[in-house]
């Protein structure tokens, strides 16, 4: 099971989620993104370059894919306190807690203090938008500059 049919497809779905931010220079040859977004700063595989990223302000879409055992949809006595948080977790992974902006069999678009496009290879937990979710990524994260960046 593919997640993704091209890099450009992907980017073009997922334009609407991607999350703003800047784009700082890597050295030449770099695969990595560094992407200051929601406080956060992100070392993301890039899957569109290597020059689609400009140094400056750019729109992003951030993609992981779930560790399934660390993600879970909150339940409502959990939800009802349930803050967006989002740490970065080793040099590419992350985690938190955030609400759930689209949903499909293996794809949630969460907001977790900037948009993430999560995916899993099995089906995930049943979700619907204004679910809360915790969820856990495995490394790495992918960047995937926005049309129009």
Excluded: C
Excluded at 96 to 121: D, E, I, N, T
């Amino acid at each position: 099971m593919t997640l993704e049919s091209s890099e450009t497809e992907f980017a073009a779905t997922y334009a609407a989620h991607a999350a703003e931010g800047l784009l700082y220079p890597q050295r030449e040859g770099s695969p990595l993104l560094e992407f200051a977004s929601g406080g956060r700063v992100l070392y993301l595989f890039d899957r569109t370059g290597p020059y689609n990223g400009r140094p400056g302000p750019a729109r992003v879409v951030v993609h992981g894919v779930l560790d399934l055992p660390a993600t879970r949809l909150l339940g409502p006595a959990e939800a009802s306190g349930a803050a967006e948080t989002l740490s970065v977790v080793g040099v590419s992974g992350v985690e938190g807690v955030g609400r759930v902006q689209s949903a499909s069999r293996r794809v949630w678009v969460v907001q977790a203090r900037l948009p993430l496009v999560l995916a899993a290879f099995e089906p995930l937990p049943a979700a619907q938008p204004g679910d809360w979710v915790a969820f856990r990524t495995l490394p790495p994260l992918h960047g995937f500059v926005a049309p129009g960046s």
